[in-house]
């Protein structure tokens, strides 16, 4: 079994910034892609920004030039850079995990591929 813990959200305001983190912990026998996405009340989840262990990126159009993902595989960890937040990037953030090598950049795992989800991180961005 692996858990994935996410940190850091938090109530900021419209132009601020904040870091998320996840971290792997369990029976981790390999990762792959470590992705952040979120929920916003009464919509579906949604990508925000994904990365496969060989290093490809994949972001949201809508967080493109002011997220940045990252990751310390010797850590099983993954962050968010959140900048110039907006209060449409107000939502539950999650962080989730595929061990898939099949995923190489080329293709993406749908929201139903992960194989661990975290519980969460509130975001909320006032304006």
């Known amino acids: 079994q692996v858990q994935l813990v996410e940190s850091g959200g938090d109530l900021v305001q419209a132009g601020g910034s904040l870091r998320l983190s996840c971290e792997a912990s369990?029976?981790?026998?390999?990762?792959?892609?470590l992705a952040w996405y979120r929920q916003a009340p009464g919509k579906q989840r949604e990508l925000v920004a994904a990365s496969t262990r060989s290093g490809a990126i994949n972001y949201a159009d809508s967080v493109k030039g002011r997220f940045t993902i990252s990751r310390e595989n010797t850590k099983n960890a993954v962050y968010l850079q959140m900048n110039n937040l907006q209060t449409d990037d107000t939502a539950l953030y999650f962080c989730?995990?595929?061990?898939?090598?099949?995923?190489?950049?080329?293709?993406?795992?749908?929201?139903?591929?992960?194989?661990?989800w975290g519980q969460g991180t509130q975001v909320t961005v006032s304006s």
């Open positions: 369990g029976s981790i026998f390999s990762i792959n892609v």
């Open positions: 989730g995990m595929s061990a898939n090598l099949q995923f190489d950049g080329g293709r993406w795992p749908s929201v139903n591929e992960y194989d661990y």
